[in-house]
């Protein structure tokens, strides 16, 4: 998927991380957009239907699909014309790894997805997960920790990748912001909706307030932080 996925499995293994791995793989080969013969790609020059496809592809299709309709466009996996579910997959992707976990009884654990993480249980008895979100201003800094022991977190930016992430209205790169991270307990959606809120620039903040069960923290251009009201409960010190 063009980035680093990893594992940390405070459980017995008893074969749980090599069923993860070979899902990952999986996916990879079915989605990729990288490679010329991934379904993925075969369907969007036209060479398959979605019925041809495995199921998976219709699922992360309609989940596609689900996500437009509930942030008004900003989420498409059509941002410049042609199809690019990849802002859906990932997050779905580590997220049914979570669930693979959990059904061999690996309650423990941290999935780290190209920087999205889903955690679960603790990494130590009476302990909590850690999550550092990076500054994108400022190399090398945290701007926020995130603690939990079942949460999903998903950041959204410009600052590794530049502007890969495309206004859906325009085509052109979502520059607008430096970052959007939001905390949840489905990465799945947590994913999508980071992207989608990136992609819509400061007006996502009312959108965000107005998400169920999830809480962001927005960096602007010039540096400045917006987080939602329940941010802080999440979090350690937030950049002001």
């Known amino acids: 998927m063009g980035t680093v996925f990893s594992v940390d499995l405070r459980d017995p293994d008893d074969g749980a991380l090599a069923e993860v791995l070979r899902w ?69 992707s580590v997220e049914r790894a979570h669930e693979l976990l959990l059904a061999r009884g690996c309650t423990s654990h941290s999935l780290n997805g190209g920087g999205d993480v889903r955690c679960s249980g603790s990494p130590e008895p009476g302990s909590t997960w ?52 939001l905390v949840g307990d489905d990465l799945t959606w947590v994913d999508a909706y980071a992207t989608a809120a990136l992609a819509m620039g400061p007006r996502c903040r009312d959108w965000i307030s107005g998400l169920d069960g999830i809480d962001g923290l927005v960096i602007d251009r010039d540096g400045h932080a917006w987080h939602s009201a329940g941010w802080a409960q999440r979090t350690g010190q937030e950049r002001t």
Not at 45 to 73: F, K, M
Not at 144 to 165: F, I, N, P, Q
Request: aromatic share 6%.
């Open 24 to 92: 990952w793989h999986w996916v990879d080969a079915v989605f990729s957009t990288y490679q010329d013969d991934s379904e993925i790609s075969r369907l969007a020059r036209g060479e398959l239907t979605v019925d041809e496809c495995v199921p998976e592809v219709a699922e992360i299709l309609e989940l596609c699909a689900q996500a437009q309709r509930r942030s008004d466009g900003w989420f498409s996996a059509m941002p410049a014309g042609r199809l690019e579910p990849s802002g859906m997959v990932k997050g779905w």
């Open 130 to 181: 850690q999550v550092g979100i990076a500054d994108p201003v400022e190399q090398g800094r945290l701007v926020a920790v995130v603690s939990g022991t079942d949460l999903a977190v998903a950041t959204s930016g410009t600052a590794e990748r530049g502007g890969h992430v495309l206004d859906p209205y325009t085509g052109r790169p979502a520059e607008q912001l430096l970052s959007v991270t």
